[in-house]
Nanobody, 114 residues
């Protein structure tokens, strides 16, 4: 049974930081491309950052220089370090694992507000 469990969301002030985690089980984690998506209220889900099975990374223009995606193969866990957070980063953040099939977590809410 595949499970992707996000954690680390919460309320943070503008300019603050959060680190999201995605713990994966039931998949060969090292073989999967992993990604973070987000969906703000009333908007479509959008790609935030991708990390390939070999560790290559790609970011949405809106988060470049502020967010860092990483993965720990020993812990089967992916991370998203988010710095200099802005109110427009408020969204539910979802973990995605993709190989032949696509798997999704249930999401974790990030709210950036003063």
């Amino acid at each position: 049974q595949v499970q992707l469990v996000e954690s680390g969301g919460g309320l943070v002030q503008p300019g603050g930081s959060l680190r999201l985690s995605c713990a994966a089980s039931g998949i060969a984690f090292s073989a999967y491309q992993m990604a973070w998506y987000r969906q703000a209220p009333g908007k479509q889900r959008e790609l935030v950052a991708v990390i390939t099975s070999s560790g290559g990374t790609k970011y949405a223009d809106s988060v470049k220089g502020r967010f860092t995606i990483s993965r720990d193969y020993a812990k089967n866990t992916m991370y998203l370090q988010m710095n200099s957070l802005k109110p427009e980063d408020t969204a539910v953040y979802y973990c995605n694992a993709m190989l032949v099939m696509d798997y999704w977590g249930k999401g974790t809410l990030v709210t950036v507000s003063s």
